[in-house]
Each structure stands twice: as structure tokens, then as C-alpha cells.
């Protein structure tokens, strides 16, 4: 049971490029979301899913996309980099009540 | 929605005091108060939580308080040790959890 897994860990890009960041989880929860976080600052949501195929916006979306074809997977996807977007990014599934973040990526907009 | 604010920012005791960090929140139809630890570097770690329905729940050196309505919940870190410097986050609840802005504790040997 690996729990909440994000990959890459680390990534740079140059303003304007788009990536894809991954996230899974094998605890078979409905409920999975992104978060960012900004040096010395808290965890914002960026966009959720209450079960496959059903997503909606947080409190700060823009600039992102996601999807959510399977349980298991939620992945991220900048469309065009900015450095405004330099940030931790934390996947987290919830069961009900308590959530479970995965390990986070570091991205670097340059 | 949701707004969250956690008092203070920064928070500096002598090894075996008392830390005590509050949260404020804005929508009274909030039923779910979890608190996570979160070390440099590392993902955000739930330590306590507690649901609309008590007022208090502790676990060894740590407990919460919920206040519904006054609309405030808070952390109680008893005895505190080196190991207990991270920085600490609430966070509210209806379907998904609204975050308040940190603490970062700081326990003095």
C-alpha cells in the first residue's frame, strides 16, 4: 500500500513551457486534490474531485488543469508556466474526514 | 467559503512549557477541525482532529478544544520537546478542508 504517490519530486521549466504533474493513490478514495504551497505560507486548493470524472475549481485554479478518468489517478497540468507558479505542489486524497498528502514537487519556474 | 485564520505566526517556548496555537473559522456549517504537523521539507502529517460533535479530544501531549459557537478551535501542545519544532496548520471543513496560514513553533532546549 504505497498510500499517495507524486511524481516527478523536483522539476525547472522555463516560462511558457507546460508539464504534467502525476499523482496516484491505491486506497481507492473518492475525494483527491491539489494544493500549493509558497514559501512560510499555508496550503492552497487549486482544484478537487469528488470521484471520477467530476472536478471543480478552488480557491486558486487559474493556470492549471486537471482530470480525473480513474479513481486511482489526478494529475496536474500547467498550461503555460509562469514564475508566479514556483511553488510545492501537494496531492492529497481524503477518506471522508482525514486527508493524505503525498510527498509534494517542487517546481521551479524560471 | 471557507476562511480560516490561525494565531500566532510564530511561536517560541522553553523545552517542557505549554504551546497553545488558535484558529478562528468563517462558516458555521464546518463539522471537521484536523491539525497537522509539517516539518521542513516534508509533507503536511494530521496529529489530532475532532468533529463538530465534541468539545474537546486529547491525545497524550496534545489536545483540541472546539468552541462552535464562537466559531474557534485550538491546539494545546503539553510539555513540549525539541522534536515538536515544525510548523503547524488547522484546518476547517465541510467537504473539503480550508488551511490557515501556519505556526511555526519553535521549542527552546
Known amino acids: 500500500n504505497a498510500g499517495v504517490t507524486q511524481t516527478p519530486k523536483f522539476q525547472v521549466l522555463k516560462t511558457g513551457q507546460s508539464m504534467t504533474l502525476q499523482c496516484a493513490q491505491d486506497m481507492n478514495h473518492e475525494y483527491m486534490s491539489w494544493y500549493r504551497q509558497d514559501p512560510g505560507m499555508g496550503l492552497r486548493l487549486i482544484h478537487y474531485?469528488?470521484?471520477?470524472?467530476?472536478?471543480d475549481q478552488g480557491e486558486v485554479p487559474n493556470g492549471y488543469n486537471v482530470s480525473r478518468s480513474t479513481t486511482e489517478d489526478f494529475p496536474l497540468r500547467l498550461l503555460s508556466a509562469a514564475p508566479s507558479q514556483t511553488s510545492v505542489y501537494f496531492c492529497a486524497s481524503t477518506d471522508h474526514y482525514e486527508q493524505y498528502f503525498g510527498p509534494g514537487t517542487r517546481l521551479t519556474v524560471t | 467559503g471557507e476562511n480560516v485564520e490561525q494565531h500566532p505566526s510564530t511561536l517560541s517556548v522553553q523545552e517542557g512549557d505549554s504551546a497553545v496555537i488558535k484558529c478562528t473559522y468563517s462558516?458555521?456549517?464546518?463539522?471537521?477541525f484536523p491539525w497537522y504537523k509539517q516539518e521542513l521539507g516534508k509533507r503536511p502529517q494530521l496529529i489530532i482532529d475532532i468533529r463538530s460533535n465534541v468539545g474537546e479530544k486529547k491525545d497524550q501531549r496534545i489536545a483540541v478544544t472546539l468552541n462552535k459557537t464562537a466559531k474557534h478551535f485550538s491546539l494545546h501542545i503539553t510539555e513540549t520537546q525539541p522534536e515538536d519544532s515544525a510548523v503547524y496548520f488547522c484546518?476547517?471543513?465541510?467537504?473539503?478542508?480550508?488551511f490557515g496560514g501556519g505556526t511555526r513553533l519553535m521549542v527552546k532546549p
Open positions: 474531485s469528488v470521484g471520477a470524472g467530476i472536478t
Open positions: 484546518a476547517a471543513s465541510i467537504n473539503m478542508l480550508t
Open positions: 462558516d458555521s456549517a464546518s463539522n471537521y
